[in-house]
């Protein structure tokens, strides 16, 4: 049985507003993740930031990041590109190699529901950083060893 993996952020508590310097509104960089009770088996860590409440596409994916090492906190504004910190990977999520904070549609006039969830992996992943969401959570089946996750809303 997994031990679950407790994710805060100083940026803000789970439930509350995204701040805006993590939002296409504003810097759009990625905020830090604390990591609490990460197994010491862990050999990499993978994160998935998804929009909730896209009409008609379930789990919309703004951040793709894996082959992360172990570590206590993942630190704020993780560089854009395919390769990045410490040779993690960041794939394509939002069409692009990078974090892509909350920017929902200026129309929807209702706040998005955003989750950043991290796994602790027993392996590296073998994945191209053109691999998408689904590809990246097939990768992943039966190396979770923990997850946890955070969310928070955003509006524009």
Known sequence: MQKTLNVTSPAFSSGEWIPKIHTG???DISPALQLQGLCRDA???AV?????????IP???HWLLWNLPPMEEIPANIPYGPSTLRGAVQGRAYGKNRYRGPYPPAF????????FRVYALDCFLQLDASARRKALVKAMQGHILQEGQIGGVYHR
């Open 108 to 115: 929807l006039k209702k706040p998005h529901r955003y989750v």
């Open 48 to 56: 998935i930031l998804d929009d909730l409440d896209i009409p008609l």
């Open 43 to 45: 050999v990499s860590l």
């Open 25 to 27: 509104d504003g810097e």
């Open 59 to 61: 789990n919309y994916s």
